[in-house]
């Protein structure tokens, strides 16, 4: 089995009481236009030991990552999701961080009510996508990759948008029935806009869900949506940096990297999954 910067971790920083656990979730049932989502976990890890251990200042391995054996996708999807959700509730009844390696976006339901379920309070989800993922069932499934924004918030999860630039009707109507906070990719992009602060009453623990085709897909076209216009890969981190200040970074997942054969692609998804494993340690 791979292992989340493998080349880089000492004996001491792997294991299981780590502070960040490693979640890879090779799944891909609803995927709608490109497929290949299977496979983004094995080659998030794969790339990863081309990573050095400090990132925009940080260590985050020096606090210890655990790689846990990759998710049993297989029976119908709630069951799935069920099993990544007790994964990360037990990540975070261990005072751990769950990182979470898709795979497609659908998954972030099982991650983030595992989290919820353990923690326990208000819990605000910050998302990096090009799609608001609000549609209340897409080709006829409720946990389809388009629809699991409705689902968290229909539990009751606060969001926050970050670079969407592809929805329809419905999502709008839903942003409006759930008080979605959200700033679209065309005026972000256009303005070079690098820091948004969020509302006040946000919750101060905060999950991040970062799907790859959020950025634009000079920069990432692996991935089974790609819409033009997107965020800078710096950008859209620094979103998320300036999103989490005040506030505790508490699970993460960055998900829908569909390798194409250029490891360029893998590499940029590893080192955004560190990058954000360091905002979780402020």
């Not at 069951?79 to 998954?107: F, K, N, Y």
């Not at 508490?250 to 955004?272: H, K, R, S």
Request: some cysteine.
């Amino acid at each position: 089995m791979s292992i989340f910067l493998d080349s880089e971790l000492s004996a001491a920083e792997r294991t299981e009481d780590a502070r960040f656990r490693i979640i890879p979730v090779p799944l891909e049932r609803t995927v709608s236009y490109g497929s290949g989502t299977a496979a983004g976990p094995a080659a998030i890890l794969d790339a990863s030991n081309e990573l050095e251990r400090i990132t925009n200042g940080a260590e985050p391995c020096a606090q210890g990552i655990f790689t846990e054996a990759p998710l049993d996708c297989d029976g119908p999807l709630p069951e799935v999701m069920e099993r990544l959700a007790q994964r990360t509730e037990a990540a975070i009844r261990a005072g751990q961080v769950p990182v979470t390696l898709g795979g497609e976006h659908s998954l972030s339901f099982g991650a983030v009510m595992g989290v919820a379920r353990a923690l326990g309070q208000p819990l605000g989800l910050v998302q990096i996508d090009a799609h608001a993922d609000l549609r209340i069932a897409y080709q006829g499934e409720k946990h389809s990759h388009a629809s699991v924004m409705h689902l968290l918030a229909e539990e009751g999860i606060r969001l926050a948008q970050f670079g969407v630039r592809a929805l329809c009707q419905q999502e709008m109507d839903e942003r409006a029935r759930h008080g979605v906070f959200f700033k679209d990719a065309e005026e972000l992009v256009t303005g070079s806009i690098h820091a948004v602060d969020l509302p006040g009453d946000f919750p101060k623990l905060v999950y991040v869900s970062f799907d790859v085709d959020g950025l634009d897909p000079a920069q990432m076209p692996a991935t089974g949506t790609p819409v033009p216009g997107g965020l800078g890969y710096y950008q859209a981190l620094h979103l998320v940096e300036h999103a989490l200040k005040g506030r505790k970074c508490v699970g993460l997942d960055v998900v829908e990297l569909a390798p194409d054969g250029n490891a360029a692609w893998d590499f940029t998804t590893a080192q955004i999954v560190y990058r954000l494993m360091a905002a979780c340690t402020g």
